[in-house]
């Protein structure tokens, strides 16, 4: 934010600038901060006498921390450290953004407006499993699934874990290989995974067989894992991670921000295919979306 008047000098979604200025007062500034302009310093200010550019930055975040490549900032100084917030939940967290060493990459954001209170968003992500097999039975019954939701989700698990929580699917019986290849993940990524991984993270999937699907992290930041079918006629299924934010607008209109995630590393087809199987299930134009936007609008009809 510019130090003049709290004004946000970035406004790009992504790239990157040697320079950002202000455009309420043009004030400049380089990109670490440091103020390197200001319109009129003498005659308005009385040059360096009577305000010192030397040391002046942009307003800095009070709290920052990073976490597996993703960044969170808290307007509140006196904030825990983000993996004291974070607590036990960064076990499953590891799941969506660590699947290898040089971590994830990012498309989007897509973003759309619906009619409906943020929170109801967050909450449904967090674990309400028992939505799915009436809310989505059109998802299933086109085939996009190789077995019914309701069957992975009714063997599955919730969890709460530090400020996040969320549901997992059963996976069939097999190997940690085997259900790896299962949720459609091919053998390079597989064995990334395994170098990433904790032992004990590991053993949820291969030895409990479990798998992480969606979460969410108090307040408004959620994940999405799920393998749909990508091409007719075919068992082969392709996983996808999204990452969204509900950002409140009014108490009855969010604005859902919605980020398609994968490792660095994967290959371009992946890559390509897991990005087409992310656009079919959720988005602006997802099916589940549709699902879930169309229950969290008419929610609000009831004057709840």
Request: aromatic share 12%.
């Amino acid at each position: 934010m510019c130090l003049h008047r709290g004004m946000q000098v970035c406004r790009a979604e992504m790239g990157n600038a040697s320079h950002f200025r202000c455009p309420y007062h043009g004030w400049s500034y380089r990109n670490d901060g440091r103020i390197v302009g200001l319109p009129f310093h003498k005659e308005a200010y009385g040059g360096e006498e009577g305000f010192k550019k030397k040391g002046q930055t942009l307003l800095p975040a009070p709290s920052l921390g990073v976490y597996n490549g993703l960044i969170f900032i808290s307007l509140d100084p006196d904030a825990e450290p983000l993996e004291d917030f974070l607590g036990d939940f960064k076990f499953y967290m590891d799941y969506y953004t660590k699947q290898s060493a040089d971590g994830i990459e990012l498309r989007g954001p897509q973003r759309r407006r619906v009619k409906a209170n943020w929170k109801i968003g967050a909450e449904n992500f967090a674990g309400d499993m028992y939505h799915t097999p009436q809310t989505h039975t059109s998802v299933v019954e086109i085939g996009l699934f190789r077995e019914p939701k309701a069957e992975k989700r009714k063997d599955g698990t919730t969890y709460w874990a530090g400020n996040g929580g969320g549901t997992t699917y059963k996976l069939p019986e097999g190997t940690l290989e085997e259900r790896l290849r299962y949720v459609g993940y091919p053998d390079d990524m597989i064995a990334r995974m395994k170098e990433q991984w904790s032992q004990e993270q590991l053993d949820v999937v291969g030895k409990d067989g479990f798998m992480v699907s969606a979460a969410s992290v108090f307040p408004n930041m959620s994940f999405v894992h799920n393998w749909p079918r990508v091409e007719e006629d075919s068992d082969e299924v392709l996983p996808f991670i999204s990452i969204r934010q509900w950002q409140p607008i009014s108490e009855d209109e969010t604005e859902i921000v919605s980020w398609f995630a994968v490792d660095k590393n994967a290959s371009e087809e992946f890559k390509a295919l897991s990005y087409k199987a992310y656009l079919m299930c959720f988005g602006s134009g997802g099916m589940f979306e549709q699902d879930d936007v169309e229950n969290w609008e008419s929610r609000g009809n009831g004057g709840v």
